[in-house]
């Protein structure tokens, strides 16, 4: 659940630039993803990238050399964010009512390689797996999370996402009434906001991908 809400919550974090301080995607992919707009589109490219991390991934171990514990837990946390951002991809479309009726099924059968080649990593105990066992059980558990999700109706997602996002749009309304009416921002009120900001904020944050000059569609909060 925690990270359903984060996944929900990452439009508003991207507008803070305290949020933009690494991409987990390369320009080049960026680019790439920028010019795909279409959901289930968008999910199949995402889907190669997560798959190119785990072809490096595996070149990355097959080569017993000291210093090599760094790029394996780089190369997992930018897989593990990839994940994340095909879930976000999913949920934004269910919530904007686009078909991505066909996503389910793509993303069930990548994520079931995915999950079974970081399990084999796991199962082998590489010597320095110690320095990234974190990511790797990070890995694991959200490819697992996320399969879970693929097998979920989508319907029943889609009014799960669409109660959570009513849900946050009307906890902002609060907060920005409380503010309003107090004339000035509220310390303990500032504090708790930053609080709550920091509890959900991600490690890996995904690029913008709007094309230049193009305009974030409104939301609920308005």
């Not at 359903?4 to 320009?27: G, K, N, T, Y």
């Not at 190119?52 to 514990?69: F, I, P, V």
């Not at 760094?70 to 269910?94: F, H, K, M, P, W």
Request: proline share 5%; aromatic share 4%.
């Amino acid at each position: 659940m925690f990270k359903r809400i984060l996944m929900l919550m990452l439009p508003v974090l991207l507008a803070f630039p305290a949020f933009a301080d690494h991409d987990f995607l390369s320009s080049t992919e960026v680019d790439q993803v920028r010019e795909v707009q279409e959901p289930v589109a968008r999910i199949k490219l995402y889907l190669l990238f997560a798959k190119q991390r785990l072809d490096q991934l595996q070149s990355t171990m097959a080569k017993n050399r000291a210093g090599r514990s760094g790029e394996v837990r780089q190369l997992l946390e930018d897989y593990t964010s990839i994940l994340d951002a095909i879930n976000e991809v999913s949920d934004d479309a269910l919530h904007r009512k686009s078909d991505v009726t066909t996503a389910p099924t793509l993303i069930a059968e990548s994520e079931k390689k995915f999950l079974a080649l970081l399990e084999k990593v796991q199962a082998s105990s590489p010597a320095d797996l110690d320095a990234y066992n974190l990511e790797l059980k990070e890995a694991i558990s959200t490819t697992g999370d996320s399969l879970d999700l693929a097998n979920e109706d989508l319907g029943v997602r889609a009014k799960t996402i669409d109660a959570q996002i009513t849900k946050e749009n009307k906890e902002v309304r609060a907060v920005n009434a409380a503010e309003k009416k107090q004339g000035a921002p509220d310390a303990s009120l500032d504090a708790a906001t930053a609080s709550a900001a920091e509890s959900v904020k991600p490690s890996r944050p995904a690029p913008t991908l709007y094309r230049p000059g193009e305009k974030k569609p409104d939301d609920d909060t308005k």
